[in-house]
């Protein structure tokens, strides 16, 4: 497959990626509603730190996604934490695989898939730092 349409469709992944893993963030910025989850993790036995965490994963990794910069390890942090969010969402949050119009677990399995499929193929060529890859 030709290498410029092969690094414009992960170009167009990574924005999108990157799109959808934000706004999961910035929700938590808000004072209201970090407390709220905070209560909610620690009524399932998780640490409230980990809501603080999350956000930083989603913001932080979102935006590095983006731009294409440290590739490996964003999504290397970013399998980990939908590993763990899958998890989660099975065990202690009893989630389905999807619920009408509410998701379920099918949205933790999606951005795992999204994180393994970028640790496999690299930023591409319109990366900001692509950095070393697999």
């Known amino acids: 497959m030709d290498l410029l349409l092969t690094s414009t469709g992960i170009l167009i992944f990574r924005i999108l990626y990157g799109i959808s893993l934000i706004p999961h963030g910035i929700v938590k910025v808000n004072k209201n509603a ?3 989850l905070k209560g909610f993790m620690k009524q399932l036995g998780i640490p409230p730190v980990f809501v603080d965490l999350s956000m930083l994963v989603e913001i932080i990794g979102g935006l590095l996604i983006i731009i294409g910069a440290i590739s490996l390890i964003v999504s290397a942090i970013l399998i980990v934490f ?4 899958t998890i989660v969402s099975i065990t202690k949050m009893k989630k389905p695989l999807a619920t009408g119009m509410n998701p379920g677990v099918d949205l933790d399995i999606l951005f795992l898939a999204g994180a393994i499929l970028l640790l496999i193929l690299g ?3 319109f990366a900001l730092l692509s950095g070393p890859q697999i």
Do not use: A, M, R
């Open 34 to 36: 970090n407390i709220q």
């Open 123 to 125: 930023p591409g060529e």
């Open 82 to 85: 939908f590993i763990s969010t």
